[in-house]
């Protein structure tokens, strides 16, 4: 098993479409969550933590869930700027930080 | 400019040479990493310092890749002996040691081997 698994994509919404993506992890030591986003040719930037009570922020949300080592994050009414792709990151307990292959979300007029 | 720091930004160079990567992190921050990362796939963990000391290297990572942090500032990432498959974008990035810090990136340097 991977140690982080991401939803393959891509995905394509229209404007205004809720789109979910979903992110397994498997060292259950893990203890730092997050997601990241990367546009065309440019650096992974945070765009979110994923803390365990679940965390919004305007029109994102995250949630994990320990004990089945899952964490998804939901875009609301999405917009054009969207578009990028979407890392999975999880934290070990030595420090590292380990990336999902990403999701590549492309949102259409 | 303080953000993370990554010279040369574009390496071209012929197979079975040596190649050399610099990466200047954040002042303040202790962590430093190096990834790789080719077309279509996330950024693959290569290394990772704490201050001076390389905490966790990469199983997938061959012994012609060696990474340096010799004063707990800036990295170095040599790989020699260079093959077409290094042909990646190397990424370096920072963090402080806090739980659910954010790690900043850098543009990364692109390596062609041809």
């Known amino acids: 098993r991977k140690e982080v698994e991401q939803d393959p994509g891509p995905f394509n919404v229209p404007e205004g479409a809720t789109v979910a993506f979903n992110c397994t992890y498997s060292?259950?030591?893990?203890?730092?969550f997050f997601w990241y986003r990367q546009d065309c040719r440019k650096e992974p930037k945070l765009l979110m933590s994923?803390?365990?009570s679940g965390n919004e922020d305007g029109r994102f949300t995250a949630q994990l869930n320990r004990a089945s080592q899952y964490i998804s994050l939901l875009i609301r009414d999405s917009k054009l700027s969207d578009s990028a792709t979407y890392l999975c990151v999880v934290q070990g307990s030595q420090g590292n930080l380990i990336f999902g292959k990403g999701t590549k979300l492309s949102v259409k007029p | 400019d303080t953000g993370v720091s990554q010279d040369p930004r574009h390496k071209i160079t012929k197979r079975g040479q040596n190649v050399t990567f610099r990466c200047d992190p954040i002042?303040?921050?202790?962590?430093l990493y190096w990834y790789r990362q080719t077309l279509g796939q996330g950024p693959e963990f290569l290394t990772y310092f704490q201050n001076e000391a390389q905490l966790e290297k990469s199983r997938l990572l061959s012994d012609r890749f060696s990474a340096e942090r010799p004063k707990g500032s800036f990295s170095t990432l040599e790989i020699q002996r260079t093959e077409q498959g290094d042909s990646a974008m190397y990424l370096c990035a920072s963090s402080s040691i806090r739980v659910y810090t954010e790690a900043f990136f850098g543009q990364g340097t692109r390596l062609t081997v041809v």
């Open positions: 002042s303040e921050h202790n962590r």
């Open positions: 060292n259950s030591a893990s203890q730092s």
């Open positions: 994923v803390y365990s």
